[in-house]
């Protein structure tokens, strides 16, 4: 399969992704459209390399990923995904859905805070502003 094959199809998957967005991402995207958030402009479901995706700004270069409960089995993948888009200069960002429902303006916070700050090349996805390791566990720090 070629690049262009490979492209082609990913734009078409990504379009796919739009039109079926969880609800969580749904959620997120109305507090991250039409420039809604320090004014940045975020895109969703967007291909990036082989990859597509949950929301990006490219003026910052900020990956926002929304993990569900499939992400506990797709860690490896997540994890190699995470490192390439990092490489490329992004900074990753990722949330559990309960995250996302809960604590909106937390989650909000913690994307516009990273807007300040350039991302670093190796360092890891920042998961819901408290932790870097790369799944958080679900249950709350006692610290």
Not at 38 to 59: A, H, M, T, W
Request: a positive charge.
């Amino acid at each position: 399969m070629g690049v262009l094959n490979l492209s082609k199809n990913l734009i078409k998957a990504a379009r796919s992704l739009r039109k079926e967005s969880t609800d969580i991402e749904r959620f997120l995207w109305k507090h991250l459209r039409r420039r809604q958030l320090n004014g940045l402009k975020f895109r969703r479901q967007q291909p990036i390399g082989k990859y597509s995706v949950d929301f990006v700004c490219f003026e910052k270069q900020i990956v926002v990923e929304v993990n569900g409960g499939q992400h506990q089995e797709k860690r490896d993948k997540d994890i190699e995904r995470d490192r390439w888009l990092q490489n490329q200069g992004f900074k990753v960002l990722r949330f559990w859905d309960n995250e996302v429902l809960k604590n909106i303006k937390g989650v909000l916070e913690v994307i516009r805070e990273s807007s300040f700050v350039p991302p670093s090349p190796l360092s890891p996805p920042i998961q819901g502003g408290e932790t870097k390791n790369v799944f958080p566990s679900r249950e709350k720090s006692t610290h």
